[in-house]
């Protein structure tokens, strides 16, 4: 006999289908997206491998991880910027230039889409790739940015030689570009994204040789268009606008990058002996007192040096220089919204409403025995005969399942509570028997000795 509380549970399991059945490309979309939510909830790592077996102890996300499109390095099949790699003469310091939305992983998804893409295509740039080597979140969290070819972020195969990105034009060979999600000309980054800059570049300074407090001879062995090599003197971790006309890392950020460079100088890890020397540009050693870094940037030129100091250049295309993050003064004019200076507020609590659950009347009465008015309250209700209204097609998975979860819960309570024990039926005295009446038998008392006649 089929009980009515299978067929409730039947008909939760029928609404149910129903309401994820009726739409098979509304399905295939609610698939996606719970993909893309997989795919954006993977969590951040311990840190980041470093060749000499070194791993810096940041929350670190890979390409992988964050959801970087790979097919956006390619078109028809051809890497449109195979890495190349050169050794380390310097690090350097940006903003993104406008303020992170409240996923950070998906303002690094929308930069990479920008810098690797052309407009034809969505993008901006069409680089092929993302320009920085590491971006860095307000909680701290590092972001691998230009593809490696390794096992490494920033480093390739081969020793501590780094993979060329593209943040400052012309001054991008042999420099690391660190950039923190934001704008930082109003507000300086927050203490945990700075903690987690001064690791990075304490470990990077380490990998590549670089003193961060010491001056470098910075010198480009990828020649400009016209011939020249770009030269500059500056810190081991500088600021963008110490090698160009621009505002980058902020305002309010760059006169931070003084104790940011001690700090760093101070906790760079013990290094085995590094296997790639860096033999051209050259390098102060020492620890001199840095130059305050409110000041202006230091002068660049542009010279041909002599042979006898000239590295080895490549004719490969692949190198040709990238440029920086100026392009987002430009896109923010043509789409102020899309470039913001401000982070949004919080979504507020009550903006996504939570669905409730009305439980029909009948499932929530004392038993669940059927009375005498249910097939005319399941008439008046156009429902499949339980209470149940038509419009409860469209009930939710999460009021389904609440259902379902009360369902069930009342019936192993009433599965645990033990039946009463059935009384022992009374035993009727059998009715008394009466013994039956005899008749007395009295003698005649007619005279039989008279002679009638």
């Known amino acids: ?12 399991a029928a609404l149910g289908a129903l309401a994820l059945g009726t739409d098979s490309a509304t399905a295939a979309s609610v698939e996606r997206s719970r993909r893309l939510a997989f795919s954006a909830a993977l969590p951040a790592a ?9 791993v810096c102890p940041v929350p670190y996300m890979s390409r992988a991880a964050w959801g970087a499109d790979e097919s956006f390095r390619f078109i028809n099949g051809v890497e449109s910027w195979p890495p190349d790699y050169f050794p380390v003469q310097a690090l350097t310091v940006h903003h993104t230039g406008f303020a992170a939305s409240a996923d950070p992983a998906d303002t690094v998804r929308t930069i990479y889409k920008q810098q690797a893409l052309t407009s034809a295509q969505g993008g901006i740039q069409g680089w092929g790739d993302i320009g920085y080597n590491l971006l860095i979140d307000a909680n701290g969290v590092v972001y691998e940015g230009r593809h490696s070819g390794s096992q490494y972020p920033i480093f ?11 943040h400052v034009l012309y001054f991008n060979t042999g420099n690391i570009g660190v950039c923190l999600l934001g704008y930082l000309n109003d507000v300086p980054s927050t203490q945990a994204a700075q903690d987690s800059l001064v690791t990075v570049l ?21 020649a400009r268009p016209d011939g020249t090599h770009s030269a500059v003197t500056v810190l081991g971790v500088s600021g963008h606008r ?20 001690q700090l760093a100088a101070s906790s760079m890890p013990a290094m085995p002996k590094p296997t790639t020397t860096n033999p051209t540009p050259t390098q102060t050693e020492g620890s001199p007192s840095p130059s305050d870094s409110s000041s202006p940037g230091a002068t660049t030129t542009t010279t041909t040096p002599p042979t006898t100091t000239k590295p080895p250049t490549t004719s490969s295309t692949a190198h040709a220089e990238r440029g920086g993050d100026e392009y987002v003064a430009a896109a923010r004019k043509a789409s102020p919204s899309a470039f913001p200076t401000k982070a949004p507020p919080p979504p507020s609590p009550s903006a996504t409403p939570v669905p409730s659950l009305t439980i029909p009347s009948q499932l929530v009465s004392p038993t669940l025995t059927d009375t005498p008015t249910a097939a005319a309250a399941a008439s008046a209700t156009g429902g499949p005969g339980w209470g149940v209204p038509a419009t409860a097609a469209g009930v939710t ?10 369902l069930w819960r009342r019936r192993r309570l009433a599965m645990a509570t033990p039946a009463p024990a059935p009384a022992a039926p009374a035993v009727a005295e059998p009715p008394a028997v009466q013994e039956p009446t005899i008749p007395t038998i009295r003698p005649s008392t007619v005279d039989d000795s008279a002679d009638p006649a």
């Open 1 to 12: 006999m089929v009980r009515r509380r299978n067929l409730l549970l039947g008909s939760a």
């Open 46 to 54: 311990a840190g980041f491998p470093l060749p000499g077996g070194l």
């Open 156 to 166: 390739g195969p081969a020793g501590g030689l780094m993979t060329t990105g593209g």
């Open 202 to 222: 304490a470990y990077l300074a380490a990998v590549g040789a670089v003193n961060p407090v010491g001056s470098v001879n910075y010198y480009n062995p990828v």
């Open 242 to 261: 110490n090698f160009a006309a621009t505002d980058c890392p902020g305002n309010a950020e760059y006169p931070l990058l003084g104790q940011i460079r």
């Open 397 to 406: 998975v999460g009021a389904l399942g609440s259902a379902g979860a009360w």
